[in-house]
């Protein structure tokens, strides 16, 4: 972070991709090796980008660019993704080898059976060896292998393995450019995965903020839940555009308390207010008044149950009310709600909680 505090951008591994291919193929065309090939974004950047682990065959060459995330936090930072380019009669043919993922399931950007690069990525690799191609008077194709040791580890990491991309890491990128910390890519991926579960023939969304949510969901039977992170509106949003008849959202009593201050997006740069909006419950459920002072002492939301007692469930509901109101506002889909504690398991549900989870579980 420079002194601005402006965070620093990256490339994608599409971006890497691009200059892997067009270096890989300036080197089988010159037979000469080189360091360093410059690609443009498809968000009109211009970039110069070192490349790596050079070698030139019989009508191949292959060489590596780095994955740079910027400042974004990203598993494949630092990554090396390769390109083999050999030539061709005609044509230019992409895949993928080591390390880059197969998609598995229908509703992705590539068909079943295809490797997970991306149309933007596969467009950015065809461009920059076809550029490579004028410079250089030649006349012929290519075929092009995209490859990345140790993406089958690191995609375990990430979305892949839900998303039914199996065997290794995606090829990604629309504009090229990494922007840190985008909440825009977790979005996306939040949208597709639902996509991919109503392509899928079902009807109810399973929801959770995170793995707590995830097992707790698994514990009653219900699996194929969809992370959301902080984004529960946003998520409840998009199973109303993708037309689910209903969803069930399980979480943690200390992200779901947020929700009853009509709080959407519970991440904590948007403010806090869970320790005030369990006082405020109390309050309603008759607490007297040294109970709410030690529950302003308290840390977690786990801490304040323990301090109510036998009365943390008359609470629960109260709060459960307000969630659900909260809820209804946001979302037109039915929406099933439960709320639990590891501490102290199941806090409070709404009246169609159970009604989501069998028709989740006969989905």
């Known amino acids: 972070m420079g002194k601005t505090g402006k965070l620093r951008e990256g490339y994608t591994t599409g971006t890497c991709a691009a200059a892997a291919a067009k270096a890989a193929a300036v080197m089988c065309l010159c037979g000469e090796k080189i360091e360093r090939i410059g690609v443009v974004t498809p968000s009109g950047k211009s970039l110069v980008l070192d490349v790596t682990g050079q070698e030139i065959g019989g009508g191949y060459a292959v060489c590596a660019a780095r994955k740079d995330s910027g400042d974004d936090p990203d598993v494949t930072n630092g990554m090396l993704i390769f390109a083999r380019v050999r030539k061709a009669a005609e044509g230019i043919r992409i895949d993928g080898g080591e390390g880059v ?3 598995t399931k229908p509703g992705l950007d590539q068909p079943v059976g295809a490797a ?3 149309s933007v990525p596969r467009k950015m690799i065809a461009g ?3 550029d490579a191609a004028e410079e250089l008077d030649y006349t012929g194709g290519f075929d092009i292998e995209i490859f990345a040791p140790g993406g089958a580890e690191i995609a375990k990491k990430t979305f892949n393995p839900r998303l039914g991309i ?4 995606s090829i990604l990128g629309t504009s090229g450019i990494v922007e840190p910390m985008s909440e825009r890519a977790i979005l996306d991926t939040i949208y ?3 996509k991919m579960l109503k392509k899928g023939g079902a009807e109810y969304a399973a929801v959770t903020p995170g793995n707590y949510g995830e097992r707790f969901l698994e514990g009653l039977g219900v699996g194929g839940a969809v992370k959301c992170g902080n984004f529960i509106g946003d998520t ?9 008849s209903g969803a069930l959202l399980a979480g943690h009593i200390g992200k779901l308390v947020k929700l009853g201050m009509g709080v959407m997006n519970t991440h904590s740069k948007y403010g806090d207010g869970r320790i005030e909006c369990l006082i405020s419950c109390a309050l309603e459920a008759g607490c007297d008044l040294g109970t709410l002072k030690r529950i302003a002492e308290c840390v977690t939301t786990d801490d304040a149950l323990s301090i109510l007692g036998d009365t943390k469930y008359i609470v629960s509901e109260i709060l459960m009310k307000r969630i659900d109101a909260a809820m209804k506002r946001r979302a037109r889909t039915e929406t099933g709600i439960i709320m639990f504690s590891d501490k102290h398991g199941i806090l409070a549900k709404n ?5 989501m989870i069998e028709k989740l579980r006969g989905q």
């Open 101 to 103: 993922g197969r998609v």
């Open 128 to 130: 920059a060896v076809k």
């Open 351 to 355: 009246d169609i909680a159970d009604k």
């Open 192 to 194: 597709l995965e639902l």
């Open 166 to 169: 199996e065997g290794g890491i």
């Open 236 to 244: 409840l949003d998009f199973t109303d555009d993708l037309g689910f």
């Open 116 to 118: 997970a690069i991306n």
